[in-house]
């Protein structure tokens, strides 16, 4: 059978025949698990999705309607046998069918193919054709369809942009004047779309109508955006008139796996990374791929420049891949040693930053955190000296994840974060103004200005639409979420269930993001906790709850709330020091916490010890993305349990 969800949701089976799925209920079911792309869905989300307010009964109307659509989309199974399709797993449930059964998977693997290689185009094509209106276009009033079909109509239109980029380059595109017209008409934000515009107008010939596309670009964006064209329409503009070679067709061989030509395998790499969303996971391998190809050359300077290529912006120190992360950082560190002291100032410069980069700090064993944080000084200097600007901010790029190294440096990453602001926005590199606000969301986060923080998470937001940064409203959910969090302890403020709703609904963002396990794992239970310990009440105990690396920490807490003293004792001792990331000043806050109230003074001075510097600072605001209130709260909690005699 197939499911069909870009349209109304519908369902076929082999020959064609519709499946009758059932009323509304029934078939947003099954649009939910279709969007979680073969993860399981809890069934407390399920409900949760379903109904704003849930019946008393709703878990049980839940699973009649999973009988109802097991039945209807197995009408075969023999009784008593588990079902294949629609499966339980866990707390919840899970759809099992091929990706290729699924239009919406299919759509987004055919896009995936494309960003890698021209011949991904007829696949595209077929797969823009399959769209027959919005994505889940009969489910209506709900937070998670209109999130989903917000993000699947994003990924349409960059399909829509890539198949015409993919025909200009190969030569044709002419015919694309009208299709291209009518998408700037619905579109007039997107720079890209006037660029292809003008691009299939030069190639029909009309050269004087392309310049005045890019004319009214230009006059769009400055009289109702205030903003002056990218550089990429401004180049593109500067070859028309000049008639320049990068015009003509792209005839670029693809072999092994890795694109020769202008542009490396590499870049492609740092292109979907950009992207989000399951291109991370192909980014990842890609770049791999990339730099033991170019090792295998033989030519080190060749390496150099493939490893120092992938300058992806980077925010979160815990690394979503570390085993990968170590084959880059082992590579680049076999290339520098091969380059030697002497080699080339700017591709050392750019392998340094890149072992700072990929060294995230929670990842680190003692032995190796010095190595990573003397590799940011050094290519910090470097970039410096050569006055290179986008050399220099990938180099801060690397001195803010190496700034992790003791609680309390919210201040100091403040201005790393400023600098990468000021220099990528007068410098036009549109990737680190995005994580120049976001280091300053943070920041502020961090030290409880909440204003200034939601002013760099709506910067963040903007930009993001014409970089197509589709992870940052996820980073921007989680903020909101925390504010709200802090809010919820304020009269008049939100409710503290309207708090948890808003980390919900992050988490389900998130979750729905994939490539990011080393910041998804553990954060929506880490967040609960906080916002219980915000309101004075125990730990979260649900056992289903994922704290991820966090459950070290966690545990004493967890096992204090269920009335286990003992036991929160034992772990307690077994609590290990918390690694330098962004959570480390939360993480010392529980050891605080459950030092204090099981009376444990050693463990109550080690956190007293640590916190200190963070006096002024917010638990975990540091993240952008939680809280647990003010340091100092937690800080004199321990100090009053190391004062009693």
Same mark, same amino acid.
């Given at each position: 059978?197939?499911?069909?969800?870009?349209?109304?949701?519908?369902?076929?089976?082999?020959?064609?025949?519709?499946?009758?799925?059932?009323?509304?209920?029934?078939?947003?079911?099954?649009?939910?698990?279709?969007?979680?792309?073969?993860?399981?869905?809890?069934?407390?989300?399920?409900?949760?999705?379903?109904?704003?307010?849930?019946?008393?009964?709703?878990?049980?109307?839940?699973?009649?309607?999973?009988?109802?659509?097991?039945?209807?989309?197995?009408?075969?199974?023999?009784?008593?046998?588990?079902?294949?399709?629609?499966?339980?797993?866990?707390?919840?449930?899970?759809?099992?069918?091929?990706?290729?059964?699924?239009?919406?998977?299919?759509?987004?693997?055919?896009?995936?193919?494309?960003?890698?290689?021209?011949?991904?185009?007829?696949?595209?094509?077929?797969?823009?054709?399959?769209?027959?209106?919005?994505?889940?276009?009969?489910?209506?009033?709900?937070?998670?369809?209109?999130?989903?079909?917000?993000?699947?109509?994003?990924?349409?239109?960059?399909?829509?942009?890539?198949?015409?980029?993919?025909?200009?380059?190969?030569?044709?595109?002419?015919?694309?004047?009208?299709?291209?017209?009518?998408?700037?008409?619905?579109?007039?934000?997107?720079?890209?779309?006037?660029?292809?515009?003008?691009?299939?107008?030069?190639?029909?010939?009309?050269?004087?109508?392309?310049?005045?596309?890019?004319?009214?670009?230009?006059?769009?964006?400055?009289?109702?955006?205030?903003?002056?064209?990218?550089?990429?329409?401004?180049?593109?503009?500067?070859?028309?008139?000049?008639?320049?070679?990068?015009?003509?067709?792209?005839?670029?061989?693809?072999?092994?796996?890795?694109?020769?030509?202008?542009?490396?395998?590499?870049?492609?790499?740092?292109?979907?990374?950009?992207?989000?969303?399951?291109?991370?996971?192909?980014?990842?391998?890609?770049?791999?791929?990339?730099?033991?190809?170019?090792?295998?050359?033989?030519?080190?300077?060749?390496?150099?420049?493939?490893?120092?290529?992938?300058?992806?912006?980077?925010?979160?120190?815990?690394?979503?891949?570390?085993?990968?992360?170590?084959?880059?950082?082992?590579?680049?560190?076999?290339?520098?040693?091969?380059?030697?002291?002497?080699?080339?100032?700017?591709?050392?410069?750019?392998?340094?930053?890149?072992?700072?980069?990929?060294?995230?700090?929670?990842?680190?064993?003692?032995?190796?955190?010095?190595?990573?944080?003397?590799?940011?000084?050094?290519?910090?200097?470097?970039?410096?000296?050569?006055?290179?600007?986008?050399?220099?901010?990938?180099?801060?790029?690397?001195?803010?994840?190496?700034?992790?190294?003791?609680?309390?440096?919210?201040?100091?990453?403040?201005?790393?974060?400023?600098?990468?602001?000021?220099?990528?926005?007068?410098?036009?590199?549109?990737?680190?103004?995005?994580?120049?606000?976001?280091?300053?969301?943070?920041?502020?986060?961090?030290?409880?200005?909440?204003?200034?923080?939601?002013?760099?998470?709506?910067?963040?937001?903007?930009?993001?639409?014409?970089?197509?940064?589709?992870?940052?409203?996820?980073?921007?959910?989680?903020?909101?979420?925390?504010?709200?969090?802090?809010?919820?302890?304020?009269?008049?403020?939100?409710?503290?269930?309207?708090?948890?709703?808003?980390?919900?609904?992050?988490?389900?963002?998130?979750?729905?993001?994939?490539?990011?396990?080393?910041?998804?794992?553990?954060?929506?239970?880490?967040?609960?906790?906080?916002?219980?310990?915000?309101?004075?009440?125990?730990?979260?105990?649900?056992?289903?709850?994922?704290?991820?690396?966090?459950?070290?920490?966690?545990?004493?807490?967890?096992?204090?709330?269920?009335?286990?003293?003992?036991?929160?004792?034992?772990?307690?001792?077994?609590?290990?020091?918390?690694?330098?990331?962004?959570?480390?000043?939360?993480?010392?806050?529980?050891?605080?916490?459950?030092?204090?109230?099981?009376?444990?003074?050693?463990?109550?001075?080690?956190?007293?010890?640590?916190?200190?510097?963070?006096?002024?600072?917010?638990?975990?605001?540091?993240?952008?993305?939680?809280?647990?209130?003010?340091?100092?709260?937690?800080?004199?909690?321990?100090?009053?349990?190391?004062? &009693? &005699?």
């Amino acid at each position: 059978m197939r499911i069909d969800v870009l349209g109304a949701v519908r369902a076929l089976h082999d020959d064609g025949t519709p499946v009758d799925l059932g009323g509304p209920r029934h078939r947003e079911v099954l649009a939910r698990l279709v969007a979680a792309g073969g993860r399981m869905v809890p069934t407390d989300t399920l409900v949760n999705d379903l109904w704003t307010e849930p019946p008393v009964r709703a878990v049980g109307a839940l699973r009649t309607f999973v009988a109802a659509l097991r039945r209807a989309i197995e009408p075969g199974r023999p009784p008593r046998t588990p079902p294949r399709v629609l499966v339980t797993e866990g707390p919840g449930y899970a759809l099992r069918l091929p990706r290729d059964s699924v239009d919406v998977h299919r759509f987004e693997d055919a896009l995936v193919r494309a960003r890698r290689t021209p011949a991904g185009l007829t696949g595209l094509d077929a797969a823009l054709a399959a769209w027959r209106g919005l994505a889940y276009a009969d489910v209506t009033g709900s937070v998670w369809a209109q999130r989903e079909r917000t993000r699947l109509e994003e990924l349409r239109l960059e399909g829509v942009e890539l198949r015409a980029r993919l025909l200009l380059d190969s030569g044709s595109g002419a015919e694309l004047v009208a299709e291209l017209g009518a998408h700037v008409t619905e579109h007039p934000w997107r720079e890209s779309a006037w660029g292809l515009l003008a691009r299939a107008l030069h190639r029909a010939g009309r050269q004087a109508d392309a310049l005045a596309t890019l004319r009214r670009a230009r006059e769009m964006l400055a009289d109702q955006l205030g903003l002056d064209p990218g550089a990429d329409l401004q180049r593109l503009e500067t070859d028309i008139l000049r008639g320049a070679a990068t015009l003509q067709p792209s005839h670029t061989v693809w072999t092994a796996g890795v694109r020769l030509g202008p542009r490396t395998t590499v870049e492609l790499a740092r292109t979907l990374a950009l992207a989000g969303g399951h291109a991370l996971v192909h980014s990842r391998r890609d770049r791999l791929a990339a730099v033991q190809a170019a090792e295998r050359t033989g030519d080190t300077a060749l390496t150099a420049r493939v490893i120092g290529a992938y300058d992806v912006p980077a925010l979160w120190s815990r690394a979503d891949d570390p085993e990968q992360s170590r084959a880059v950082v082992t590579a680049a560190e076999r290339t520098l040693t091969a380059l030697g002291t002497g080699g080339p100032a700017g591709l050392r410069a750019r392998l340094l930053a890149t072992v700072a980069v990929e060294s995230r700090s929670a990842d680190l064993p003692a032995t190796e955190r010095g190595r990573a944080g003397q590799a940011a000084r050094e290519a910090e200097a470097l970039a410096r000296e050569l006055g290179d600007p986008a050399l220099l901010v990938f180099a801060l790029n690397g001195v803010f994840l190496q700034s992790f190294t003791r609680p309390g440096l919210a201040t100091a990453r403040d201005l790393i974060g400023t600098e990468i602001l000021d220099l990528a926005t007068r410098h036009e590199l549109p990737d680190f103004v995005v994580l120049g606000h976001l280091i300053r969301m943070q920041s502020a986060s961090a030290l409880g200005d909440l204003d200034t923080a939601s002013g760099h998470a709506e910067a963040a937001e903007h930009l993001a639409v014409s970089t197509e940064a589709s992870l940052v409203p996820v980073l921007t959910g989680w903020f909101r979420a925390r504010v709200t969090a802090a809010r919820s302890t304020e009269p008049g403020g939100p409710t503290a269930a309207t708090a948890a709703a808003r980390y919900r609904a992050a988490e389900h963002a998130l979750a729905e993001t994939a490539g990011m396990p080393g910041l998804h794992r553990g954060l929506f239970a880490f967040a609960l906790l906080g916002l219980r310990l915000l309101h004075d009440r125990p730990a979260p105990t649900d056992p289903a709850l994922d704290w991820g690396p966090y459950h070290p920490w966690a545990l004493p807490l967890v096992l204090l709330a269920r009335n286990q003293h003992e036991e929160a004792r034992t772990a307690l001792a077994m609590t290990p020091e918390p690694p330098l990331d962004h959570m480390q000043e939360a993480l010392w806050c529980l050891t605080a916490l459950a030092a204090a109230r099981l009376g444990e003074r050693p463990a109550a001075d080690r956190a007293a010890t640590a916190l200190r510097a963070a006096r002024t600072e917010h638990a975990g605001g540091a993240s952008g993305m939680l809280t647990l209130g003010p340091v100092a709260r937690y800080l004199a909690e321990a100090e009053a349990c190391t004062d &009693k &005699k």
